[in-house]
């Protein structure tokens, strides 16, 4: 029996990686899931910042602009924003499938991101930005300099905990024929119908990122505690 399921593994094995080299096709989709991630978070953080300040400013027009934002992009799935941004906006840009994914993923990143840098604002103690306006510095400059800084602090380990649900959420990135990881899986069954292998390879692979993610946010986590 256990030789029999041996031999079943080693098939599939064989035939979802080795046989025609098919293991380049997860290891292609692992570096442009890994690079829309990463470009989408830093665009997040991009747009997540000045959106979170706005969102706390006096300044009617830009809090409203900050709150429709947020409200429109957490309320709509990211897939359908992936399919606007991608065939109604961007449609006729002619630009890499990966650098619109990456704006696409970005917008919605920042939304989430914006919430996160607002209750990271509101956590620091208002006594610093009294104290920094004492010494003569505007709402903008205390709030680049003094509150946000401390804020950040505070936040990193929910950054690093929405990266990881970026780089779940950016699974989605097919929808435009992007050659990712969940892509890769689905063109793999294609060429050997197997419905189950190639998936199972790509959850491992996911697992695994995540699962080092995770390690490092608890060590950040940890040091940070430390610091205080």
């Not at 080795?18 to 830093?42: H, M, P």
Request: net charge positive.
């Amino acid at each position: 029996m256990l030789e029999g399921i041996f031999k079943i593994l080693s098939d599939a094995i064989y035939f979802n990686l080795i046989r025609e080299d098919r293991y380049l096709l997860f290891v292609n989709g692992f570096k442009v899931s890994i690079q829309l991630t990463v470009f989408a978070a830093l665009i997040g953080i991009a747009i997540g910042l000045p959106m979170a300040v706005a969102k706390l400013t006096n300044n009617k027009i830009l809090n409203k602009i900050a709150t429709v934002y947020t409200d429109v992009i957490r309320g709509t799935p990211a897939v359908v924003q992936l399919i606007i941004i991608y065939y109604a906006i961007l449609g006729s840009s002619h630009l890499p499938k990966l650098l619109v994914a990456s704006i696409a993923f970005g917008i919605n990143s920042g939304a989430y991101v914006t919430e996160l840098v607002r209750a990271g604002i509101l956590a620091v103690d208002k006594g610093q930005m009294e104290a920094a306006r004492s010494l003569g510095l505007s709402y903008y400059q205390s709030m680049r300099y003094v509150i946000v800084p401390q804020a950040i602090k505070n936040i990193l380990p929910a950054l690093v905990s929405e990266f990881i649900v970026l780089l779940k959420e950016t699974a989605i990135a097919g929808y435009i024929a992007l050659d990712d990881l969940t892509r890769a899986g689905t063109i793999v069954r294609g060429r050997t119908f197997d419905a189950y292998t190639p998936f199972i390879l790509v959850a491992l692979i996911y697992l695994y990122i995540t699962t080092v993610l995770t390690a490092f946010m608890g060590k950040l986590e940890r040091r940070l505690r430390q610091s205080d």
